[in-house]
């Protein structure tokens, strides 16, 4: 039986404190401190699956940016990299399909980490929320 684990976009954590994070419009609003800084990580903590659900099949990411693109997700599972795909090149809403057996829950935490790049100090980046399904 499927199962989803997801947390709403205002749980984003950034890397350091590369960017400005801030809650506006029921979002989570993430943007570069200055010019200096464009490039970087956030990172979702998600709830553990439902009980029997172990395999991820999708990581489903509802967000959109202002002159911002996610070049990669990576699934970790506690502190180990379970599955990342890069080069995606996206300015919206994505879903990135998990081949079986690429990322199988064990136990620990769980978080999607997002690679995002601005292309200046004015762009930003909205997220509505991040989901793993399960098998």
């Known amino acids: 039986m499927p199962g989803t684990a997801a947390a709403h976009g205002v749980a984003?954590?950034?890397e350091d404190s590369c960017f400005n994070v801030k809650v506006h419009n029921g979002v989570g609003l993430v943007a570069p401190k200055n010019n200096n800084?464009?490039?970087?990580?956030v990172y979702f903590p998600l709830p553990c699956p439902p009980a029997g659900c172990t395999k991820v099949n999708k990581i489903k990411?509802?967000?959109?940016?202002?002159t911002a693109i996610v070049d990669?997700?990576?699934?970790?599972?506690?502190d180990t990299r379970k599955f990342t795909k890069n080069e995606l090149q996206v300015t919206g809403n994505f879903n990135v399909p998990?081949?079986?057996?690429?990322?199988?829950?064990?136990g620990r935490g769980?978080?999607?980490?997002?690679?995002?790049?601005?292309?200046?100090?004015?762009s930003n980046a909205?997220?509505?929320?991040?989901?793993?399904?399960?098998?």
């Open 98 to 106: 998990v081949g079986s057996g690429q990322a199988t829950h064990d």
């Open 12 to 14: 984003v954590i950034a």
């Open 110 to 122: 769980i978080a999607v980490e997002v690679y995002i790049y601005f292309q200046n100090v004015y």
């Open 61 to 66: 990411i509802d967000w959109s940016g202002q």
């Open 37 to 41: 800084e464009l490039v970087g990580r």
């Open 126 to 135: 909205s997220f509505k929320s991040v989901s793993l399904i399960f098998d």
């Open 72 to 78: 990669a997700v990576t699934i970790l599972f506690g």
